[in-house]
C-alpha cells in the first residue's frame, strides 16, 4: 500500500505549511500529494506551485469539480500539469452535488449523473489520446455543440498541444453504489470519500470485477497522540460539515454514505442539528466510533495496529490528511 499526502483546500487563505509537508512527503518516500477545491482555492494552481519545488512525487486533484470546468477545459489543465511536471498529474475529479453545482458554479445538477460522469470523461479520454477531432453526440456534452441556442458553426477539434502521457490516470470520486460500479468500468481509480476497513462489505458489490492496476485510494486523518478522543475532534468536526452542511437535507450524499456505513441515526442527527444552525452540538454528535472507523488517530503503537486492518484489504494507496510532520513520518516508517 503505498502513501500518499492529502492537502484538501484553503480556508481563509493559503496554507503556509503545505509546501514543506509535501517536500517533507517526498523526503519521506510518499509517492503522491493530492490537492482539492470546494468554493474558494482551486485544486490544480497549488499542485503547480509543489510541482515547481518538488521532483518526483505524483501530483493528484482530489478533487477537481467537474462543474468548474468543461472536460476539455479540465484535460487542458491536467495534460498542462503533466507537462511542467515532467509526468506526475493524476485527475481526480467528482461531480460534488446539487447544492455546490447550483449554488457556487449556477449550473443545474444533472438529472442522470452516471451519464453526465461518464460523458465527461469520455471527452477528457479523446483529448489525452489525440487520435482525432473529439466528437460526441452527448445529453450532457456535445462537441461540437449542437443545442438548439448555438450557431451551428462549431468546429470538431483536437488539442494543438500534444499531451505527454496518454495514460494519465484518470480517478473518480463517488459515493453511491452505482456510480462506484461505472467508476471500477470507465476510470483508472476510485478516491473513497469514506473509508472503513472494518466495513469494506459495505463496498462489495460495487468492486467485483477490478482491473488490475486498478488504484483504490481513500483519505484518512492521520494523527500520532495520547488522547484518542482529543486527537478524533479534527475528523467529527470535518464530518459534522461534511454531513451537515455540504448537502440538502433531502439530498446529501455524504450522510447518505454515513447512512449506509452503520450510522443512519446518527447522521440523520447531525444534519438536523447542523440545519438548525447548532453546528458545535453536530460535531459532537457525531459518534467517535465512526470518526475512529475512517482515520488512524493515537499512540504509535495503536495506529500500527490498526494500519494493518488497511494493509489487508483492497486499498492501494493511503492518502493521509495530516499537518503534522512528525505523523507523517511515523506513518512511513511503519509502512515500510
Known amino acids: 500500500m503505498r502513501l500518499g499526502l492529502a492537502l484538501g483546500y484553503w480556508g481563509r487563505g493559503p496554507d503556509p505549511g503545505h509546501l514543506e509537508l509535501a517536500q517533507e512527503a517526498e523526503r519521506l518516500g510518499y509517492h503522491s500529494v493530492w490537492t482539492a477545491e470546494a468554493w474558494g482555492s482551486d485544486a490544480f494552481t497549488p499542485l503547480t ?6 521532483s518526483r512525487i505524483e501530483l493528484g486533484t482530489a478533487v477537481a469539480q467537474m462543474a468548474a470546468r468543461t472536460p476539455t477545459a479540465t484535460a ?134 477490478l482491473r488490475e492496476g486498478f488504484r483504490i485510494a481513500p483519505m484518512a486523518r492521520v494523527t500520532v497522540c495520547d488522547d484518542v478522543a482529543e486527537g478524533l475532534l479534527p475528523v467529527k468536526a470535518m464530518l459534522g460539515f461534511y454531513i451537515g452542511g455540504m448537502g440538502h437535507a433531502a439530498r446529501n450524499f455524504h450522510a447518505d454514505l454515513m447512512a449506509r456505513m452503520g450510522f443512519e441515526e446518527e447522521a440523520r442527527r447531525v444534519q438536523q442539528l447542523f440545519a438548525e444552525g447548532r453546528r458545535e452540538e453536530a460535531v459532537l454528535a457525531v459518534p467517535d466510533a465512526f470518526a475512529d472507523e475512517i482515520s488512524l488517530v493515537g499512540p504509535r503503537e495503536r495506529i500500527a495496529e490498526r494500519l494493518e486492518l488497511w494493509r489487508k484489504g483492497p486499498v492501494t494507496d493511503l492518502l493521509a490528511l495530516s499537518p503534522d510532520p512528525h505523523s507523517l513520518r511515523v506513518l512511513a516508517e511503519l509502512n515500510s
Open 76 to 209: 487542458m489543465h491536467a495534460l498542462t500539469l503533466d507537462h511542467l511536471s515532467g509526468g506526475r498529474a493524476a485527475l481526480g475529479l467528482g461531480l460534488s452535488g446539487p447544492q455546490v453545482v447550483e449554488g457556487w458554479y449556477g449550473r443545474p445538477f444533472p438529472k442522470s449523473p452516471l451519464t453526465a460522469t461518464r460523458e465527461y470523461v469520455d471527452v477528457i479520454r479523446q483529448v489525452l489520446d489525440r487520435e482525432g477531432p473529439v466528437a460526441l453526440d452527448g445529453r450532457f456534452h456535445s462537441h461540437p455543440y449542437n443545442g438548439p441556442d448555438g450557431t451551428g458553426l462549431g468546429k470538431p477539434l483536437k488539442p494543438i498541444t500534444h499531451p505527454l502521457r496518454r495514460e494519465l490516470p484518470v480517478l473518480l470520486g463517488a459515493e453511491g453504489p452505482k456510480n462506484i460500479a461505472q467508476t471500477t468500468r470507465i476510470a483508472d481509480g476510485w478516491l473513497p470519500l469514506y473509508w472503513s476497513p472494518m466495513r469494506a462489505d459495505v463496498y462489495e458489490a460495487s468492486l467485483t470485477d
Open 49 to 54: 506551485w509543489i510541482a515547481a519545488h518538488t
